[in-house]
């Protein structure tokens, strides 16, 4: 099981976007030191409270002051984009990075990003399926052409600058639905649960080892689920110092329940209309208990990972350290506790049990088939 950080950028009061951005990379850089091993950004647009129209650019940034940290987005929205810039953009950034890209590809989620595009949500599975397919060819195919539904392309020259990865970055994908968790298996990708009940990651992981095997490939973890993490000295202190931030940082399924609620979600995105108001609705002492966030001593948050560890295969735990406006000092003092007194721990009981597997960043996914808002 991999330690990853899923890295929101959540404005803080009193701090400019300059130094925001200064502040995010600088967490990116302490994430190496600490021995975390994936940071993933995610994509909005026209969002006061998530200004990252390109995940891509975080990546940039980040490349320059890390070298072992394995950098990606979760996810580039495929739909708004034409998707040989999509393709090329990565071989740039798997450059960049010096083969450290993972590529995190998705359809979508919030209506009003599809409105601002004017591309109809409905459409979006069939637009990222055909995005899926061109980009593939345009990191294989040295010539081609391609006229589909959404997107044409005459590819006449070969890809430059071309990857570093072979055959190509892995994907990492967010599949919530049945249809999207079927295509990630039958492509053996790894693939995200969204602050999901361990309960739904213990079906939909059997949907999918199902499907992986019979579609002939190995069985193989590829479940990696976000959580919200912050630990303290003690259980009281941290939901103290936590619960103002999580509750700012979790009004973000209140918005998705008010779309719910208006009718802007499509007929298959039938997961998120159920998960979000389910969320919203859940109290904070709940939301601990049911384990889908993480608050409290080294202890309590050891105690947690391992519960999950018991019932699920995992491929990554990604950590969201940072809720809201969460002070900077905040944010790094709890990875700080977490990589100094959870995760040896972790690693001591994945061990024990036959799961621990190397660790070494640049040695994982450079193979695979492996795409917070961007279900499939």
Not at 77 to 103: F, H, K, S
Not at 161 to 189: G, T, W, Y
Not at 302 to 312: G, P, S, T, Y
Request: net charge neutral; charged share 25%; proline share 6%.
């Amino acid at each position: 099981m991999r330690f990853a950080i899923w890295s929101p950028t959540n404005p803080r009061a009193g701090v400019s976007h300059v130094e925001l951005f200064r502040q995010q990379i600088r967490e990116v850089e302490i994430a190496e030191e600490l021995g975390f091993q994936n940071v993933w950004f995610y994509e909005h647009h026209l969002s006061a409270t998530a200004p990252v129209p390109s995940p891509n650019l975080m990546i940039a940034a980040a490349a320059r002051s890390t070298s072992r940290i394995r950098l990606g987005a979760m996810v580039n929205i495929l739909p708004y984009r034409n998707p040989l810039l999509v393709a090329e953009e990565a071989a740039m950034l798997d450059v960049l990075t010096d083969g450290r890209l993972d590529m995190g590809i998705g359809r979508g989620l919030r209506p009003v990003e599809f409105d601002a595009f004017c591309v109809p949500q409905a459409d979006s599975r069939e637009m990222f399926l055909e995005s899926m397919q061109i980009i593939r060819r345009v990191w294989t195919d040295e010539n081609f052409k391609f006229s589909g539904k959404y997107y044409k392309i005459n590819k006449n020259a070969p890809l430059s600058p071309s990857l570093v990865q072979r055959p190509h970055p892995p994907f990492l994908i967010s599949a919530q639905s049945p249809e999207s968790i079927r295509f990630a298996a039958e492509n053996d990708m790894p693939f995200a649960q969204i602050d999901a009940l361990i309960e739904d990651c213990e079906r939909d992981q059997r949907f999918y080892r199902n499907i992986q095997i019979a579609s002939g490939h190995k069985p193989a973890s590829r479940l990696f689920i976000t959580r919200e993490i912050y630990v303290a000295d003690t259980d009281a202190r941290a939901r103290q110092e936590a619960l103002p931030y999580l509750l700012q940082y979790w009004d973000l399924w209140g918005r998705y329940t008010q779309f719910v609620r208006e009718g802007r979600m499509p007929d298959d995105y039938d997961v998120w209309s159920k998960r979000a108001p389910m969320l919203h609705a859940m109290e904070f002492d709940e939301l601990i208990e049911r384990g889908l966030v993480m608050i409290g001593s080294a202890e309590t948050v050891c105690r947690r990972i391992i519960e999950h560890i018991d019932r699920l295969d995992l491929y990554a735990l990604a950590g969201v350290f940072k809720f809201g406006g969460m002070p900077y000092d905040m944010v790094i003092r709890s990875m700080r506790a977490f990589s100094a007194r959870v995760m040896p721990e972790i690693r001591q009981a994945l061990a024990a049990s036959g799961q621990h597997r190397e660790s070494r960043a640049p040695a994982v996914g450079r193979s695979l088939v492996m795409t917070r808002e961007g279900d499939v």
